[in-house]
């Protein structure tokens, strides 16, 4: 499994601090020519801010990975995983959303 983290299309590596000139479309090409299979991504501009998901980059990242697809950052109700499963995604971290009661686990455990 590997993941990508980005903000405003660009990776960004060491925990956020780094920013690159890598686009998402790099960082995906290169996950894929590596062999993975697996893609846990998130938004770092969108995570723990509990004002949505950026459903357009996970229609793009949808389109340029067709491996299992983790999705994370700015998840904040049960409306936002069902959207993300239309998309395509294959499961949610959800985080914030989770502590503040925002999404309940026993009515979203099955949903993705």
Request: charged fraction near 25%.
């Amino acid at each position: 499994m590997s993941s990508l983290d980005f903000e405003d299309g660009f990776v960004k590596l060491s925990g956020w601090q780094e920013a690159t000139q890598i686009s998402i479309e790099e960082g995906i090409l290169h996950i894929k020519k590596l062999g993975f299979q697996k893609l846990i991504y998130t938004d770092i501009k969108t995570d723990g801010m509990l004002k949505g998901h950026n459903f357009e980059a996970a229609k793009y990242i949808r389109s340029l990975f067709d491996g299992f697809l983790i999705s994370s950052g700015g998840i904040s109700s049960k409306d936002d995983i069902l959207k993300l499963k239309g998309i395509g995604v294959d499961g949610v971290i959800i985080g914030k959303a989770l502590y503040t009661g925002h999404v309940k686990l026993n009515e979203i455990i099955n949903l993705v």
